[in-house]
């Protein structure tokens, strides 16, 4: 009897040393992931603003070939014009609430 339960205690000592190694080994992994997953986010963050200033100098280049138009071209020239001062319109608007 006194030998089953020293081997019935050895064994609850060595499932538990397993289930111990077991949680270190999965700890270490969830805090490479959440590293990995900060990195990343970091990534997505400088490729939306990288995003956002490319855009803004394609912007800037559309504007700008619109005004160089050439004849044909006059009346796009003039609707972009408009939609630029509606957009400083409603800025200015934003800006005086």
Same mark, same amino acid.
């Given at each position: =009897?006194?030998?089953? !339960?020293?081997?019935? &205690? +050895?064994?609850?000592?060595? %499932? &538990?040393?397993?289930? &111990?190694?077991?949680?270190? !080994? &999965? %700890?270490?992994?969830?805090? +490479?992931? %959440?590293?990995?997953?900060?990195?990343? *986010?970091?990534?997505?963050?400088? !490729? *939306?603003?990288? =995003? *956002?200033?490319?855009?803004? %100098?394609?912007?800037?280049? @559309?504007?700008? @070939?619109?005004?160089?138009? /050439?004849?044909?071209?006059? +009346?796009?020239? @003039?609707?972009?014009?408009?939609?630029?001062?509606?957009?400083?319109? /409603?800025?200015?608007?934003?800006?005086?609430?």
């Amino acid at each position: =009897m006194a030998n089953e !339960s020293i081997e019935i &205690v +050895h064994n609850l000592q060595q %499932k &538990v040393s397993k289930l &111990v190694d077991r949680y270190r !080994s &999965v %700890k270490t992994d969830n805090d +490479h992931l %959440k590293s990995e997953n900060d990195q990343l *986010a970091l990534q997505l963050e400088e !490729s *939306a603003r990288e =995003m *956002a200033e490319l855009k803004e %100098k394609y912007n800037t280049l @559309k504007f700008s @070939k619109t005004i160089e138009a /050439k004849s044909g071209d006059v +009346h796009f020239a @003039k609707i972009r014009i408009n939609q630029i001062v509606r957009e400083i319109d /409603k800025c200015i608007a934003l800006l005086n609430r």
